[in-house]
């Protein structure tokens, strides 16, 4: 698979010669494939989101350097070409309904086209497709963005993301504060952007669950440092590790150690229901309960 | 992450520190009374050895109170510059035009990069070593007499330490949605004039819309929590004066006097 | 059993919006954990903030032990109740964690004298003693939370309302919350009414109530309540872990007449499946 994103060595110190530096992240190396699902886990202050922050060059490395999509940003990048460099680089930030300020709803979405030079007519005609994407009612067109519920403001704000068309699309814990189907309905919705609209997703997330239901790939960080990157089976296969990280594991991993820990010999640490429901079964014997 | 330190307020224990904030306060605003009664080298001289003695007591780098005067740097330079070359009087070393340097201009340049090097210094001194919370407390203890009036100095002082408390969540937010927008494709601090005020609604507007909404939540909160009126609390702190503020006073007020009596 | 909140057949209509609440009633038993569930927008929060008088119902009445909720007792019925709001952030009045647990004190006019000795035995039992000089900015959610908590043991109410309290903090953070609020009424005889849509703090609850669009549709035991994830579904909500392995397992064929179970009657059932096999 191509390699959209690669980082070589890079390191960002927060107020670089003050008494105040502090290493955010920490000489890394890594790469994500186009079309693919990574999530990125880590407990609070580990740096992920300073991470995703050079991915479309909110920040620039203190030292080393990254390509994403063929084009590379190094300490000495000027700030003039990297307006460039963010159009194909959606980013949706934590609680993005804090970012709308337009009139209404329509001009908000149109915002992220226009600035990117795309023309009145055209930047119309993604605002509606992106509210179609994120299940937006056309009839909120005309409305105040500040008018809306807080689950509907959230969408339009994913919206004005997704009206730029962006082939890597970042996703900063999206569904924080929201209701259990608010929840499903985001991570569906980058589902299916990854899978029908060959996006590439990078999504922090605090959900294990997420991760397993979700994502094709894992980076763990620890300390501003990654400190595995792989599958989400491999990232789970060592409970203990996972608990020394400050991370959980997904329920049903949890669930089977609770067994295990019962005396229920589980084996391998299953990670879906699915799997776990399969594992019982053939420890049961099917059929024969009552 | 924030980058940005609060008030600048540096934690620790010195004499400094450990003086009441309406003292510090006070003795602040003395002090730069006094600069201005200071006009020559001696005087000068005198102050910036007690301010020196102060930035040592306070156990703090010298290097953080160097760092106070960048900001001020151009404002600075340019006074002195004015003072140097318009100001007339005393031997001419040097002129063009409307421009001239004297023995006398320098030496009043000299005094005007000294009055705002010991101001700076001062105040820098105050904000490190006073939190933001005592210097709002001071500020209240100074005003008290002005309840006699029905003066609402207790919800001022509530508004202020609230204010001051918001500062970081508010810096915060403006840094979230300032990359919020330019990774929507928004570039501040370039461009045209026109072109940068349009680019601050989009900053602004969330900006005040949050604020609001910090605004209405803190308001419920506060409220069920008791709250009805700034006037008629009892107070958790108190800051009283102590032996180490009046020998401080006292050690101002005796420069002070010298600093009076050799002015010329 | 004492109830200790009573809403009696009330009406509430946000200004220029339709009514929320059409005669609704619920009691609260004093010593219970009452768990109301239901999605965003169903007026959980707006029921919390009218057991507390911070909006002014439209009809009927509210009793907060033994107090009717109006103009005059308000100020009574606030000291006996306290909040936990949704963001950490919008509750933190004061500049330190120090000073925002005195600020309900002082509010109450607390001697100056009483307070600090208050303050630290608060402080102390949330485990933020060490951090009182900190100041907002410098504190996780989590950690805001637990002293948005602190704030609330200090004026000891009888009732605690978790307004969310946990839903913008990680999982972690969510348990550690949980456990302390869970910790702080036994040791406090306290009555808690937890408002969330996360299904694994209503399974710690003794009641559950679900509103959905300003109606109680359903009110039962968890596990009573649970026993139907498909209706939890319906109306926006997760059914608990355990009933979806319970439903994955009956689907292969391994299935029990109880429709519910709590983490340790599944353990205790699987494993004495495996053992008689």
């Known amino acids: 698979m191509d390699t959209a994103i690669s980082l070589n060595k890079v390191t960002h110190t927060y107020q670089a010669n003050t008494p105040f530096a502090q290493n955010a992240i920490d000489n890394v190396t890594l790469q994500i494939s186009k079309g693919s699902f990574t999530t990125i886990i880590g407990h609070t202050g580990s740096g992920k989101s300073t991470l995703v922050q050079h991915i479309n060059a909110l920040l620039k490395p203190t030292e080393g350097h990254l390509e994403v999509l063929g084009r590379v940003i190094d300490p000495n990048t000027t700030n003039k070409n990297l307006k460039a460099f963010r159009k194909h680089v959606g980013m949706v930030f934590q609680f993005p309904e804090k970012q709308l300020f337009e009139e209404t709803v329509l001009k908000d979405i149109m915002f992220g086209p226009k600035n990117y030079g795309v023309n009145d007519g055209e930047a119309k005609k993604s605002a509606f497709n992106a509210m179609e994407l994120v299940g937006l009612d056309k009839a909120l067109a005309d409305k105040s963005p500040f008018d809306l519920s807080g689950g509907q403001m959230r969408r339009v704000a994913i919206a004005g993301v997704l009206a730029m068309n962006p082939e890597i699309l970042i996703l900063d814990e999206p569904t924080a504060g929201l209701d259990p189907r608010g929840h499903q309905e985001i991570m569906d919705l980058a589902r299916y952007l990854n899978k029908n609209k060959q996006m590439t997703i990078v999504l922090i997330t605090h959900q294990m669950d997420d991760v397993i239901d979700y994502a094709t790939n894992v980076i763990v960080m620890d300390k501003g440092k990654v400190v595995k990157v792989g599958s989400p089976a491999q990232v789970f296969s ?26 229920v010999n589980i084996g391998q640490l299953p990670l879906t229901i699915d799997a776990l429901a399969d594992r019982i079964v053939r420890l049961v014997g099917k059929g024969d309960t009552k | 992450m924030s980058n940005f330190i609060f008030g600048r307020y540096l934690p620790g224990h010195s004499w400094i520190h450990q003086m009441s904030p309406q003292s510090k306060l006070l003795l602040s605003f003395y002090f730069v009374i006094i600069i201005f009664f200071a006009n020559n080298l001696i005087s000068y001289g005198i102050l910036s050895i007690l301010i020196l003695i102060v930035i040592l007591l306070s156990g703090i780098s010298i290097m953080y109170f160097l760092k106070g005067i960048r900001p001020l740097i151009w404002l600075i330079i340019f006074t002195v510059l004015l003072q140097i070359l318009f100001s007339s009087g005393g031997r001419v070393l040097w002129h063009f035009g409307p421009f001239s340097v004297t023995n006398e201009s320098l030496i009043n340049g000299g005094f005007i990069f000294m009055r705002f090097l010991l101001i700076i210094m001062i105040s820098t001194v105050l904000t490190l070593t006073t939190t933001p919370l005592a210097i709002a407390d001071g500020v209240q203890t100074i005003l008290k007499p002005l309840k006699k009036v029905k003066f609402p100095v207790d919800t001022l002082a509530l508004m202020l330490s609230i204010a001051l408390r918001f500062v970081p969540t508010l810096m915060d937010e403006m840094e979230t949605i300032m990359n919020a927008q330019r990774a929507r494709g928004v570039d501040f601090g370039s461009g045209s004039l026109k072109h940068r005020v349009k680019a601050a609604v989009p900053l602004l507007v969330p900006l005040f819309t949050g604020a609001i909404n910090h605004a209405e939540n803190l308001s419920t909160a506060m409220e069920a929590r008791g709250f009805s009126d700034s006037e008629h609390r009892t107070k958790y702190r108190q800051y009283r004066w102590q032996v180490k503020d009046t020998i401080s006073w006292l050690f101002f007020l005796a420069i002070g006097a010298v600093v009076i009596f050799i002015r010329k | 059993m004492k109830d200790i909140v009573q809403v009696d057949k009330i009406s509430y209509n946000y200004p220029d919006q339709p009514l929320l609440f059409d005669q609704l009633s619920l009691d609260v038993h004093e010593g219970e954990w009452l768990a109301i569930i239901g999605q965003n927008g169903s007026g959980k929060s707006t029921l919390a903030r009218l057991i507390d008088g911070l909006i002014v119902l439209n009809e009927g009445h509210i009793t907060v032990d033994g107090l009717q909720v109006n103009d005059q007792n308000i100020y009574n019925v606030r000291s006996k109740i306290g909040i936990v709001f949704q963001n950490p952030e919008d509750q933190f009045v004061g500049a330190t964690v120090e000073d925002d647990v005195a600020f309900g004190l002082e509010n ?17 039992s949330v485990g933020m003693w060490d951090f009182r000089e900190r100041i907002p900015a410098n504190l996780s959610g989590g950690q805001k939370q637990r002293v948005a908590i602190a704030g609330i043991i200090a004026l000891s109410p009888k009732i605690i309302i978790l307004d969310e309290a946990t839903s913008m903090l990680d999982p972690r953070g969510r348990k550690e919350i949980l456990e302390l609020v869970q910790r702080l009424k036994n040791e406090n005889h306290l009555t808690v009414i937890s408002i969330t849509h996360d299904i694994d703090e209503a399974a710690g609850a003794d009641r559950v109530v679900i509103l959905n669009h300003g109606e109680i549709i359903d009110e039962n035991t968890p596990r009573g309540i649970f026993s139907h994830p498909d209706k939890l579904r319906q109306i926006g909500l997760d059914a608990p872990y355990t009933s979806k392995l319970l439903a994955a397992l009956s689907k292969r064929g391994v299935s029990d007449e109880k429709s519910y179970m709590n983490d340790e009657e599944l353990i205790a059932w699987i494993q004495q499946l495996v053992s008689t096999k």
């Open chain 1, 238 to 263: 060592d409970p203990k590790w996972v608990y020394g990280m400050q991370l959980d594991l997904p329920s049903s991993a949890e669930f089977a150690q609770q067994l295990k820990k019962a005396g």
């Open chain 3, 108 to 124: 109450q006019l607390f001697d100056r004298s009483k307070m600090h000795d208050i303050v630290e035995e608060s402080l102390k």
